[in-house]
């Protein structure tokens, strides 16, 4: 009858332990998947924001796991696709720009308000070499005074410089 007991109680000690540890394992894999979960749920919103024309969308999650350095990693490549996409863009227009103008003067002004724009510059001046080939004379400006412009020359040295005065290519 001792034995018996004993025998009982041993299982039910074993019983309550499995359940312990079975207990243990669920929470701690219902917390393991609440940790993945969460990262990879930032991500994936991040990009679908992303691909349906959201360029501000970015990874939030951060993290010194790997997780956050994926997330990083994700921003960093957003934030590249989105420079290029907008220097494509500005290339673009500047295109348009030069291309819709029909006469030297217009063409000239229209780059150099584009360039501006694009650069943030205040002032911007296009030189072109003079008929005689000697100096190099103003030939359009933006914020630039008349009495800043002016003309200079530059000596024309090696292949570059022969081309320009025999306008030949050797």
Known sequence: ANSARVSRDIRVQSLSLVAIILL???GLTVLSLKNI????ADLVSASNRFH?????????Y??????GMLAASF??????????AELSEKAV???????????????FRGLLEALSAYTGSQ??????LNAEKDRYECFASNGVS???????SMPFEGELGLAVRTRAIQ
């Open 75 to 84: 921003n960093t490549l957003v934030d590249a696709i989105q420079e290029h």
């Open 123 to 128: 002032i911007a001046a296009a030189y072109l």
């Open 62 to 67: 951060v993290s010194r796991n790997e997780f």
């Open 37 to 40: 979960r969460a990262p990879i």
């Open 24 to 26: 243990l394992s669920l």
């Open 93 to 107: 227009a500047l295109a348009d720009t030069m291309l819709q103008r029909h006469d030297e003067t217009s063409f």
């Open 146 to 152: 008349d009495a800043a412009l002016r003309a200079f």
């Open 52 to 60: 349906h024309g959201d360029r501000s969308a970015r990874s939030e």
